[in-house]
């Protein structure tokens, strides 16, 4: 497993997967800070690292998981070497198995980025404008974390679409339709059960909403990567 895993982070020299890990949480970072130093009030930071995670969770998340899950799987279907992998002898599960890790470690990182990169922006915000209150950083960590938890379903549908297909229109389409089923289903109950909503759950107000989308996003897509894995170890060369 450990080969597999390494020749996978290898892959990702060779891709733009790691400069959009990079860039996204950047994005996020900056666009809070421009929205709190835009006011003439003095910038509530609580207020400023709930902006930050509600739109990491409800749009930057989504689009960027969907890019990711396009860049892996890309990695095997632009050139055409799923032939040579898919015949070495018992490297199917391994294979898509470290693909699966690789993307749900990348989706961490870009957490524990977007985390490092929110407290930079509050620290600069603080030096050159007006701020009120005090960045929780224990709330922030931890809401991130649970964000990353809830959206393995989301990672798991996304990656097995994009492994399933040789296209990369597939799981772009997939991507681009549930972010914006998820934007019109946001306050309907039934979004409570989508898995592009599981992440921005994570900030409702209820915690049995919390606890919902936690259980629903991370036990749910441990169960479609074991489906998964079936699914794509019986797939032909």
Do not use: N
């Not at 509600?54 to 689009?63: C, G, K, T």
């Amino acid at each position: 497993m450990l080969a597999y895993l390494t020749a996978e982070f290898m892959k990702l020299k060779r891709s733009l997967a790691l400069l959009l890990c990079v860039s996204a949480p950047i994005f996020v970072m900056v666009i809070c800070v421009l929205i709190g130093l835009h006011s003439h009030k003095p910038m509530p930071l609580d207020r400023y690292a709930m902006t930050g995670a509600a739109f990491w969770a409800f749009a930057m998340l989504p689009m960027t998981v969907t890019a990711l899950s396009v860049l892996i799987a890309q990695m095997e279907h632009g050139p055409r070497t799923w032939d040579h992998l898919l015949a070495l002898p018992g490297a199917r599960p391994w294979l898509f198995l470290a693909k699966a890790i690789v993307m749900l470690a990348l989706v961490a990182a870009m957490s524990l980025w977007l985390f490092g990169l929110l407290v930079a922006g509050a620290e600069f915000a603080g030096r050159v404008h007006a701020v009120t209150g005090v960045l929780d950083l224990e709330v922030l960590r931890a809401t991130l974390a649970k964000m990353a938890a809830a959206s393995l379903l989301m990672c798991v549908i996304q990656l097995w679409t994009a492994l399933r297909f040789r296209s990369f229109v597939p799981p772009l389409v997939l991507g681009i339709v549930g972010t914006f089923i998820a934007v019109a289903a946001a306050s309907a109950r039934e979004g409570a059960y989508f898995p592009w909503l599981m992440p921005l759950h994570i900030l409702s107000t209820d915690p049995a909403m919390q606890r919902m989308a936690l259980m629903i996003g991370a036990a749910g897509g441990i169960g479609a990567m074991l489906a998964m894995l079936f699914d794509l170890s019986r797939r032909e060369a």
